[in-house]
Structure formats: structure tokens, C-alpha cells
């Protein structure tokens, strides 16, 4: 079992910037592909980012690259998402999860969740 723990949400304005930490409750982190996910109030959840194993590889969803920067750190069984020039539509709550396939939509563990809100 691995627990998954979302902090750094806050309350900024439009154009201000935040790093989400999500941490693990074991060594084990280095196996899985971590991801980033959110959702907005009356939404669907989505795709936000997600970085292999290594951290060779990484993605993020159309509407957050340029802004947003996924990074891990496995001596610290930590996932980073480096969020800048938020927008008022990257209002969301944020989770992480992980999986042991980076190719496949297969999440083992999910975090509980930090709350993102951009003021306009």
C-alpha cells in the first residue's frame, strides 16, 4: 500500500504561481509513474501531467504547457508540479496517482486532494 499525500494548494491571483508537493509513504515511489490530475467544480476530472519513473519522461495536457513543469524527486519519494501564470480556469482540486505502466490509465493509488483557486 502506498499513501499519497497533496499539499502546497492555496488561493492566488491570476498571473501568481504555486509548486504542489505530493509525497509517498514508501521507497517504493521510484517504481511508478506519478501523474497529476484535476478537477473543477461541476467537471469532469482531467489530465494535467504526468513523469515516468526516472523522470526522463514526462507530459503535460495541452493547456498547461509552457506554464506548468511536472519534476520528481525519488530521494525524497516526492512529485512535483511547478504551476506558473495560473488562470482562473486552472482553479481545481489537484490529486496525484500513481501507476506502475507508464503507457497504460491504470492507477493504483490516489491522493486525497489540494485545493487550487486563481482569482481573476
Known amino acids: 500500500q502506498v499513501q499519497l499525500v497533496e499539499s502546497g494548494g492555496d488561493s492566488v491571483q491570476q498571473g501568481g504561481s504555486l509548486r504542489l508537493s505530493c509525497a509517498a509513504s514508501?521507497?517504493?515511489?521510484?517504481?511508478?509513474?506519478m501523474t497529476w490530475f484535476r478537477q473543477a467544480p461541476g467537471k469532469e476530472r482531467e489530465f494535467v501531467a504526468t513523469?515516468?519513473?526516472?523522470?526522463?519522461?514526462?507530459d503535460l495536457t495541452d493547456s498547461v504547457k509552457g506554464r506548468f513543469t511536472i519534476s520528481r524527486d525519488n530521494a525524497k519519494n516526492t512529485v512535483y508540479l511547478q504551476m506558473n501564470s495560473l488562470k482562473p480556469e486552472d482553479t481545481a482540486v489537484y490529486y496525484c496517482?500513481?501507476?506502475?505502466?507508464?503507457?497504460?490509465?491504470?492507477?493504483?493509488?490516489w491522493g486525497q486532494g489540494t485545493q487550487v483557486t486563481v482569482s481573476s
Open positions: 496517482a500513481a501507476k506502475t505502466n507508464y503507457y497504460k490509465n491504470e492507477y493504483s493509488y
Open positions: 514508501r521507497r517504493t515511489f521510484s517504481l511508478y509513474t
Open positions: 513523469i515516468s519513473r526516472t523522470g526522463d519522461i514526462t
